[in-house]
């Protein structure tokens, strides 16, 4: 039979009790933070402090992860990414939405690698930013616009709107801290002109002359009694309480002031105009500060006393001027401080994001996609993009079959010991770089899942997905080794997808461009794109759909003159021809159409898309002028008429060398901007050879052809048959 020992049930309570008290003060460093992820979140109440520590975490960082989270992509949708859209064209798309959004969050998180654990130590940085203004600029207050579905994205992912709004930290660019200080240097002194030669006011109202009559009294046997009484008290003495109130002697820079409380502003205009025009021993004077702001009338014993009053107060404020200003820089010395330290800045599909770092915290954009890389490689040089990674290597490209590049997909495949507590790695041969999490005197190794799309954590998963990458690579962690000037690296630092869509990468250090070959294993959904032979139309009917406008086209310049017919919106569409003259046909005979008004005209079978006079049209470089401007409209051909060039038939020569794009399907990350079943289905050659037949061609029935009923009339008219014949021929005949 065997005993078993009984423990007294005081002493098993206090063994417990040693035992879990023990084991939660040795878990601190492990699973402390197990319930969720740690995070830093930063607003301006503590913005100051973090900065300090942040300094430090990024001089000593390997590399820094960053993420942005915004209050919308596209202003319109004609502005999304489109398949047709030119390398500068897409820049100009992105410079739009950079300029008319605002940044709400700003991830930043240190990555610093440990020997000793061979691990990396992350600090993730979750920033609240708001555009608030906080001195004076000029000009109207900001504004920005929002997008109600990028709202309603952070919204579900529990988004603390209220924090960002009331406690965000705000910030100035460099170009508004240029222009502040400008200000300053000038505005300052012309205010303080203004207050030593002040304007007399119009004194229209009877109340304003009693009281400036008051005043002048009052100010008077002050200034009397400091006279008379030198080595008396200086007490002001009124005969009502109320002046006691308003008006009290007091001592400001060693002379004798009378401090005015309770009084509007326009009354201290008043008295100040008074003082101006009737003492000249009297000075009023403006004292303020971060707390509180004070008005004063000084006696000044002689003029060159007044005049060195004068000008301490306006050292005074300028210094004070400055000290705000500084102040206002807020945000952005986290960015000045990413800058200075030269490190490797690591996002995701990051063109966007730069862009509004640059936009935000330097200044304008400028207009061409080469100014913009010229300026950004001097603030920050070395920027790398897990999105070229990933797709950089057939190892990593097969692992994510590429529309599975998403950061939160990306990061549960390479990372899912990180993201999920998994042991094995995706990635055959190659286990998972180790990351701890450090926030304030906290470090944990495990912890539950984040939350996405929330800047600080999205910035750790780009950190951790940038790691593995990296160690799949074969690039050694190591203090004494400089990642931006890694080798394995160097072919992949400052370059970015300028647009995914069609695989068009920019290198940041030359301003060149690299179209990536998007895989032979994806389905090509247009023919290669030649946008010398591209036409944009807008305006026409909205009942008309790509099919229809085919035919239109198709039966004057025959059946295999489009190749694509591709929506922008429901009132716009892109056409390319098959042959670039066709073009400046296309645009000649619709400017002679539109000038005629006879029956020859109405039975035209471009009639149907010119139907209502309000149909434009012109070539591609018309899109980019269109697209460059800031005007924000809905529809694109509500936009092409506030551009001013509605009912324009323009044909505008290319400024840049023309381009051959190959485009392809690049999975749901581009299929909801490219599908075009707006105002019907986009089309192609392939689609609609089939149906040529059924629907030939205004050459063929000029010939003879019977089967379309529509056309039938025409026959009996050998004029009208031959006219939409050779028409075309007779408009390039008249051309050349």
């Avoid at 084991?23 to 109440?45: E, G, H, I, W, Y």
């Avoid at 000045?336 to 690591?346: A, N, R, T, Y």
């Avoid at 944990?444 to 954590?457: D, I, L, M, R, T």
């Amino acid at each position: 039979m065997t005993t078993h020992k009984r423990w007294p049930l005081a002493a098993l309570r206090r063994a417990v009790a040693r035992s879990f008290s023990s084991s939660s003060t040795a878990s601190t460093t492990t699973d402390a933070a197990s319930a969720t992820f740690p995070l830093k979140n930063v607003t301006r109440s503590n913005f100051d402090s973090v900065l300090s520590e942040l300094r430090s975490h990024v001089r000593a960082a390997d590399f820094v992860a960053i993420d942005l989270e915004m209050t919308g992509i596209t202003s319109a949708p004609w502005r999304e990414s489109f398949e047709f859209d030119r390398f500068d064209i897409r820049y100009l798309k992105v410079r739009d939405s950079a300029d008319k959004f605002a940044v709400l969050q700003f991830g930043v998180c240190p990555f610093r690698w440990e020997p000793l654990k061979q691990s990396f130590i992350a600090h993730p940085h979750n920033f609240f930013v708001f555009p608030r203004q906080e001195i004076p600029l000029g000009g109207q207050s900001y504004e920005f616009l929002c997008q109600t579905s990028s709202m309603d994205f952070l919204a579900k992912y529990q988004f603390d709107f209220n924090a960002c709004i009331n406690e965000g930290i705000s910030f100035l660019s460099r170009r508004q801290e240029e222009e502040a200080l400008r200000r300053l240097k000038h505005g300052l002194m012309d205010s303080w002109q203004d207050s030593s030669e002040c304007t007399d006011i119009p004194l229209v109202r009877v109340a304003d002359v009693l009281f400036t009559e008051r005043m002048k009294k009052k100010l008077s046997e002050w200034r009397d009694g400091l006279l008379q009484n030198r080595d008396g008290g200086l007490q002001y003495q009124s005969h009502s309480n109320e002046s006691k109130q308003q008006l009290q002697t007091v001592f400001f820079e060693m002379r004798p002031a009378l401090s005015l409380t309770g009084f509007t502003s326009h009354q201290l205009k008043l008295i100040k105009m008074v003082t101006k025009k009737h003492f000249k021993d009297l000075s009023y004077v403006h004292k303020s500060n971060e707390i509180s702001s004070q008005e004063l009338v000084v006696y000044t014993d002689s003029e060159s006393d007044k005049d060195l009053l004068m000008k301490m107060m306006k050292d005074g404020h300028y210094k004070q001027a400055q000290r705000n200003i500084k102040d206002a820089v807020g945000f952005r010395h986290v960015v000045d401080l990413l800058s200075s330290e030269s490190k490797l800045i690591v996002g995701h599909n990051c063109f966007l994001d730069i862009a509004h770092i640059s936009r935000k915290f330097l200044g304008p954009l400028p207009p061409t996609a080469e100014e913009f890389v010229s300026s950004i490689n001097k603030y920050l040089p070395h920027i790398i993009d897990t999105k070229i990674l990933l797709n950089a290597d057939n190892i990593l490209q097969q692992q994510m079959k590429r529309a599975r590049t998403t950061l939160s997909s990306a990061f549960s495949i390479l990372c899912p010991e990180i993201a999920h507590g998994s042991k094995s790695s995706m990635l055959p041969h190659q286990p998972c770089v180790k990351v701890e999490v450090q926030v304030d005197d906290l470090r944990s190794s495990n912890w539950n899942s984040g939350a996405k799309h929330e800047a600080g954590y999205d910035a750790f998963m780009t950190g951790c997905i940038f790691a593995q990458a990296c160690s799949h690579l074969g690039v050694e962690f190591s203090p004494s080794r400089n990642l931006a000037q890694n080798e394995k690296l160097q072919k992949h630092i400052n370059l970015l997808y300028l647009t995914w869509t069609n695989g068009v990468i920019i290198d940041l250090r030359t301003g060149n461009r690299i179209t990536e070959s998007l895989g032979a294993n994806l389905k090509k959904k247009f023919p290669p794109i030649l946008f010398e032979n591209i036409i944009l139309i807008w305006g026409f009917p909205s009942k008309l759909k790509a099919r229809e406008i085919r035919e239109c086209i198709s039966k004057v310049f025959g059946p295999r003159s489009v190749t694509t017919i591709y929506h922008i919106d429901p009132t716009a569409v892109f056409v390319q021809f098959s042959k670039p003259e066709l073009v400046s046909d296309f645009l000649t005979l619709k400017e002679v159409l539109e000038k005629n008004n006879d029956l020859i005209t109405e039975l035209h079978p471009l009639s149907k898309l010119l139907e209502g006079g309000n149909t434009g049209a012109a070539s591609y470089e018309a899109y980019k002028e269109i697209c460059s401007s800031p005007i924000a409209k809905i529809l694109f051909a509500d936009q092409a008429e506030a551009v001013g060039i509605k009912w324009k038939t323009k044909l505008v020569v290319p400024q840049i060398e023309v381009e051959t794009q190959e485009h392809a399907s690049s999975g749901p990350e581009s299929t909801a901007k490219t599908e075009s079943d707006v105002a019907g289905e986009s089309e192609t050659a392939e689609e609609v050879r089939d149906s040529e037949e059924n629907n030939p061609p205004c050459g063929r029935f000029m010939n003879g052809e019977k089967n379309n009923p529509p056309y039938r009339r025409f026959m009996s008219d050998k004029n009208i048959d031959s006219l939409f014949a050779d028409e075309v021929k007779h408009i390039r005949t008249v051309k050349y």
